[in-house]
């Protein structure tokens, strides 16, 4: 993924810890940002540093209207998807680059 695109994405702590759901226009730089705490706010102060899902869209809105639809359901909708994506959890965040 070398080119800017838009997306959601799901950070957590540890495995079924804390989520955040966040969209961004730059994932890799986004996340970059998570993991070195350059960001101030939830995501620093949970330690949710690892990407464990995320989806990519052409167009920004698009995104953000998705992250709302996934912001708007239960935590156990989101476990449920992520772990359709990626059962053990692990760090997405390297397969990016």
Do not use: W
Request: net charge positive.
């Amino acid at each position: 993924m070398s080119e800017r695109q838009s997306a959601i994405y799901i950070m957590a702590n540890k495995y079924r810890g804390t989520l955040y759901t966040g969209v961004t226009s730059d994932l890799i730089q986004r996340v970059y940002q998570h993991k070195h705490a350059q960001i101030s706010g939830f995501t620093n102060r949970y330690c949710c540093h690892c990407l464990v899902y995320y989806e990519l869209f052409d167009e920004i809105v698009n995104a953000i209207e998705r992250e709302k639809q996934i912001k708007a359901g239960s935590r156990r909708n989101k476990i449920i998807l992520i772990e359709q994506m990626n059962l053990a959890l692990l760090d997405l965040y390297p397969s990016l680059l």
